[in-house]
């Protein structure tokens, strides 16, 4: 390995159990690149569109809520403990095994769920580029659940280099470029001087969303989702050359990168396309036909599929992440044995093939829950953020915890304020997920839910 050892990380490893396979360094760039694949995703751009100018207030409330403490919090726990399995290794130093795999199995899990609707985007959005109908149609958008989500499972199977080079090509392709040209194009399409369905430059009072009913201020949970996971990628920041100071020079980077595009994105959305057309996951293909126009179809028709190929970096960012800390967890003995094997590549294969299953099982479920394909998207969704928000309670405890049973620890990035800069930022960021756990229970006005029974029955059990 070309990549200097930490010590720490060479400590955790021997640790989890005896391991031998193939290591692989990766520089700065290419962490980055999986990061980005991992947290931003122009999928999200519609859903911002709901509340237009709104949409500002949601984002500087879902940085302030979340973006800020989560990515402090996380970069503070992977440069002190830059070992193999992240969040299931800060939460083990914390508490013990125990709360270790709990953490990192809802990590995990909330990913066989939430996946769904990334897998639904894709299918979706490649059905439009055909026939737009599709985009519509369930049983095509299952099949392409299936086919994408097995695939890129056996990428990953060849292991942490395959896995970083595809995923960060893919990103560059697929969600760089479409997101710089979707807002290029959109500015342009403005300066042109097209009519924009709602105003250019904001009023005041179109800056603040809609919360004449709580079910409008559900759609916070939207821009809370769109960061959530920026702490996934400290899974590989073993194989990151200088953690210390390259993992939080990637988390900052990719937190501007995110806010500015998230931003603008939503709002090109909100400018050129009609709320009450709006599909969720055909509303980019929307966008670039309103600014290229039937003349330049074809350009509309090769953006999606970068964004196609955008969404599957994603797929592949995600595949092998969460699921290497339950691996860890798993040669610790918190798994069977037969969870325990590796093949030649160090790729966890059992689990692998376990996880693909779990998916194609909550593929199913979208094909049968009643509504359209919206309802059901939205209702997954919120499944996946109810469930992921109690592993940031794991979180945000053990770094407080942290402070008091390992002071001595080095860190290369430390909160600042000691003790009481720790307690206020990571007990903010506590107390704003549980208002999110809450609010996510609530279906949004914007829409329709199917059933309030299979709303409930789904959100309010996302944490069993």
């Known amino acids: 390995m070309s990549a200097t050892e930490v010590t720490t990380g060479a400590v955790s490893q021997a640790t989890a159990g005896t391991v031998s396979h193939p290591k692989y360094s990766m520089g700065l760039l290419m962490f980055t690149m999986i990061s980005i694949g991992i947290l931003i995703s122009i999928r999200n751009f519609p859903t911002m569109a709901l509340v237009g100018w709104g949409g500002v207030t949601f984002n500087i409330l879902a940085a302030v809520m979340y973006l800020i403490p989560a990515a402090f919090v996380a970069a503070e726990l992977a440069t002190g403990w830059p070992e193999e399995g992240g969040i299931y290794a800060w939460a083990k130093h914390a508490f013990g095994e125990h709360w270790g795999f709990t953490a990192v199995w809802l990590q995990w899990f909330q990913l066989t769920i939430g996946f769904i ?87 005041a009072a179109s800056l603040v969303p809609s919360l004449s009913n709580v079910n409008d201020f559900v759609l916070l949970v939207t821009f809370v989702f769109f960061w959530l996971g920026i702490e996934v990628s400290a899974t590989h920041v073993n194989d990151l050359k200088n953690p210390g100071r390259n993992y939080p020079l990637s988390i900052l980077f990719v937190a501007l990168f995110g806010a500015a595009t998230i931003l603008l994105g939503g709002l090109v959305v909100a400018w050129t396309v009609p709320v009450a057309n709006l599909s969720l996951i055909a509303g980019i293909q929307q966008t670039y036909a309103t600014i290229f126009g039937a003349n330049l179809g074809w350009l509309v028709t090769g953006l999606g599929v970068l964004v196609v190929i955008g969404a599957i970096a994603e797929v592949l960012a995600w595949v092998y992440g969460p699921i290497r800390g339950i691996s860890v967890a798993a040669r610790n003995g918190s798994l069977p044995k037969v969870f325990q094997a590796t093949n030649r590549q160090g790729i966890p294969t059992a689990l692998m093939i376990l996880q693909g299953i779990i998916v194609s099982i909550f593929g199913v479920i979208f094909l049968v829950l009643p509504g359209d394909v919206n309802s059901s998207f939205w209702e997954l969704f919120a499944l996946a953020t109810t469930v992921y928000l109690v592993m940031y309670f794991i979180m945000y405890a053990a770094a407080i915890k942290l402070r008091y049973s390992e002071p001595h620890t080095p860190r290369p990035f430390r909160i600042p304020g000691g003790k009481l800069g720790m307690w206020l930022l990571a007990g903010w960021g506590f107390a704003s997920m549980g208002f999110v756990f809450v609010i996510a229970m609530v279906p949004p006005t914007q829409i329709p839910e ?15």
Request: one cysteine or more; proline letters at 5%.
């Open 117 to 203: 609707g990334i897998l639904a985007f894709i299918g979706g959005t490649f059905g439009y580029l055909f026939a737009p109908s599709l985009a519509d149609n369930k049983l095509w958008v299952f099949l392409v659940i299936l086919v994408v989500w097995w695939a890129a499972t056996f990428v990953n199977l060849r292991g942490m280099k395959t896995y970083a080079r595809y995923t960060s090509w893919f990103t560059l392709v697929g969600v760089i470029v479409p997101i710089v040209v979707l807002i290029g194009g959109g500015l342009w399409w403005v300066a042109a001087g097209h009519a924009t369905l709602i105003p250019v430059i904001p009023s």
């Open 450 to 464: 199917g059933t309030p029974l299979t709303y409930c029955s789904l959100s309010g059990n996302a944490h069993i």
